[in-house]
């Protein structure tokens, strides 16, 4: 009998204890990534009752994968819209709840004399709450419509962007061992520069790829394809400096702006739930209980930390973000636990050996203490308010309230403020584009043509190469936004404000004569002002150059629509509401929608014969059919079961509009079924009879009497297939089907006439 590897039965070993736990937990009602650390130790050496893991190098393997498919699960929720959408608040309060809650951490290690490096990681595990604890707390509660939890939600998007951001900060200090600020500034410019170039090379090139490939993608393939996808960002990751997971969470982030992200996210969960699984296990191996007793004051103290220092500090970077204090401290209260991102920079600090191995046992021992403890902090934040209202001084309360209402005035912004911006982005992205290109022409195309070309010959290749490549670029940062509405409305608004916006397109130019002038430099020998002799005139055909604005135009539309297919998409077939909608709700009109039910009397009906707008003062915007979509249809456009409707009107008619859907579809049910039963009926052709001589066709049995010949019955007694040129002869019995009334209906006209 062959002997089984140690890999497959701690596999096995590991699944058995990790299901056995899912199940208690589940019915426990508990988190499941508690039940996954439970199994962990059971499966660990710390516990003899049960057998142990053996290869544990292999394990730790598995979950550095499992950490990366966490990351790529966490990126596909992701969306980089998102962070836009979140606004200034939730910034701001993450912001300040990250800062605060490292500071704390770092305390904590300090007062117990930790090493520098402990200390470090400790802040960045207790900054990060747990998206996952948070959004099942929430759900259990009931409390996911309530505007605070909006706001936590908000927060938790921020927190995880930053959480990849703080763990490359975390791996640039390991590796240098110091806190030097330059460091840190190029690794900062760094993760920036990558960040923008491959979300922005990601998002125009990826979903152009899965649309062409559409046809010939299964589910297994899409599978395959987000995988070979994933992982070769988390090599090309590794390659540039960052960790494996940076690259995983970029990936998932770029295809979570994609129409078949939803696809993928579902063919990936199980991958996501067996390796995360794992990864969790993983951590519950390194606890020891005799660490744990050894380490229990710290354990407490840090507990103490989290709870106190995010119902605190926590709550006063929300009121900072301008929330009144009842909504900051439900915040505060919510976000008191550590997760997901703790484990994994826990995991970063022990496979980059900077962090003690007490760290770590430490961590897990608090995630699950502050775990259990979150439910409860939810519900006591309310009553907290409440004895905090109570006694807080009038003036206090007063000045709460100001600042709130203060903070929550909108102004609009600035021409100049908008224009700036917008000029600001421009540059940047494609600043980062022509130094990837100009990085890789002199990384890989040139070594090239200087080895299959003349010196001079290849010289010349590489310049205008280059250059090439980069002009659509060169053109985007020079031109675009001169012809805008703002640049525009500041021209004419005051005569003053034309040397500054000349001011704008000077230093762009400068900007691109600047690119030119390396490229230039670095493959020839010539004098400085010949060079910029050269580049200005480039400069200026690529101002002029027609083909270049078609192109430059181009690359942007092709990315924007990218960028917004997934929105567009989920608002054309009735996923996500237009964006009309916002416009509407100012005027105190809503757009609802409605479904029309398989037994809907409305069913087959056109709008012009059902009058909707004379009926209920409503109207219809569109049908969505499927993956169809028909705006502002017409009155012949007729409604099928299935249909959903989009209507616009005030609440008082959508309300009426909506019990009158419901009232259709119940006569329906009521009164239509008997009425709608099908009966099948013998018509016997006699000599007077209107059939006689007749075809099948030219009876007109279907069309003036809604009724089907099934079958013809000649004298020898035989059924036939009715054919529509089939004429009826004197003793032929016909065998018709239709509804009560249509058959009854036929047979009498035949007897009157007979």
Known sequence: MSELAPLISDLALILICAGVMTLIFKRLKQPLVLGYIVAGFLASPHFTLTPSVIDTASIHTWSEIGVIFLLFALGLEFSFKKLVKVGGTAVI???????????????VGWSFGWKSMDCLYLGGMLAMSSTTIIYKAFDDLGLR????AGLVLSILIIEDILAIVLMVLLSTVAVSQNFEGGEMVFSIGKLMFFLILWFVVGIYLIPIFLKRSKKWVSNETMLILSLAMCFGMVVLAAKVGFSPAFGAFIMGSILAETVEAETIEKLVAPVKDLFGAIFFVSVGMMVDPAMIVEYIGPIVAITLAILLGQTILGTGGVVLAGQPLKVAMQCGFSLTQIGEFAFIIASLGVSLNVTSSFLYPIVVAVSVITTFLTPYMIRLAVPAYQYVDKRMPLKW?????????????VNSESNWKKLLVDIGRIVAIYSVLCIAVILLSFQFVIPLLYAVMPE???????????????SPFLRAIMMKKNHSIEFQALWQDNRFNRAPLVS???????????????VVRRLFDASTLLVIAIALVLVVLMIF????????????RTFIQNLRFRDTHAEFTGQKRPKYEGHLLSRDLHL??????????????????????NKYGVHVASVIRGLHRINIPGAEVRLFPGDTIQVIGTDEQLS?????VQKVSAAAEENEIEKREMHIKQIVVGEHSVFLGKTIQTSNIREAYHCLVVGVEKGNGRLLTPEPQMAFEIGDVIWVVGEQKNVYKLMENQIINQ
Do not use: H
């Not at 007063?398 to 005035?409: F, V």
């Not at 150059?545 to 942007?556: D, G, H, T, W």
């Not at 609802?592 to 909707?612: H, M, Q, V």
């Open 397 to 409: 309360k007063r000045m709460l309230e100001r600042y709130a209402s203060g903070s929550q005035t």
């Open 456 to 470: 001079v010959w290849a010289k010349w290749t590489s310049t205008v190469f280059t250059i090439l490549c980069i």
């Open 93 to 107: 309060a993450a912001c300040s709840i990250i800062f605060s809650m490292i500071m704390i951490g770092m305390t």
């Open 545 to 556: 150059s027609r083909s270049l604005k078609k192109q430059s135009i181009y690359m942007e």
């Open 592 to 613: 609802s929608d409605f479904d029309i039910p398989a037994d809907s009397l409305w069913a087959g009906c056109t709008l012009k014969e059902l009058n909707l707008g």
């Open 145 to 148: 419509q309530q505007r605070f």
């Open 504 to 518: 704008t397109i000077v230093l762009r130019m400068i900007i691109a004569v600047g690119f030119i002038l390396f």
């Open 656 to 660: 009426v509009f909506g019990k009158e």
